[in-house]
């Protein structure tokens, strides 16, 4: 897809810093049919530069796979063994955004996501929850994201039927981003 939008956005152009404190990469899968195994991954990083346009701004992230935490260690040394993520193969991954629409007050951001030597579109769907200054004068934006991705699509779990553990993988970000600096200012 590429990313015509000259819609202009709230926020100041630049590069946004990640705010790892308050920031949170979380997932969703069935087990067995009749519950929700959550967990999230404690490692990941992004790379968000907003344009003057949307057609002019990306996201790039990067997630450590072995930073999963289900809340259960026998749980994530088994997701992360060879039958089912396989960690050694599958280390990160990774999210390359290809267009961002305005979608009602929110935003779809489209983009490819690649997991070990697979790629794939996903559409994410992102919500702008606010732009406050911090106590450290510098203003924050709050952004939650959702969106899916079936596992069989990747190659993750072949061997493991859909009905023991969900095909679908919700995914949920909740990201907080620092305001670049101004140009000028003492910090630019």
Excluded: Y
């Amino acid at each position: 897809m590429t990313n015509t939008d000259t819609t202009a956005l709230p926020l100041t152009a630049g590069r946004w810093a990640l705010d790892t404190n308050h920031s949170s990469v979380g997932f969703t899968v069935r087990h067995l049919g009749v519950s929700k195994v959550r967990g999230r991954f404690n490692r990941f990083e992004t790379d968000v530069v907003i344009g003057e346009t949307l057609a002019e701004t990306s996201v790039t992230a990067t997630i450590e796979v072995g930073s999963i935490d289900t809340a259960n260690a026998d749980r994530d040394a088994h997701v992360l063994s060879a039958e089912i993520v396989d960690v050694e193969a599958r280390p990160t991954l990774t999210f390359r955004s290809t267009g961002i629409e305005r979608d009602g007050e929110d935003f779809a951001l489209h983009g490819d996501l690649t997991i070990g030597d697979v790629t794939k579109p996903v559409t994410l769907a992102v919500e702008l929850g606010g732009l406050e200054p911090f106590a450290d004068g510098v203003r924050h934006a709050g952004f939650e994201a959702r969106g899916e991705l079936r596992r069989s699509e990747f190659g993750i779990a072949t061997g493991i039927p859909s009905a023991m553990l969900g095909d679908v993988i919700k995914i949920e970000l909740d990201l907080q981003l620092l305001e670049p600096a101004a140009e000028g200012s003492p910090a630019a």
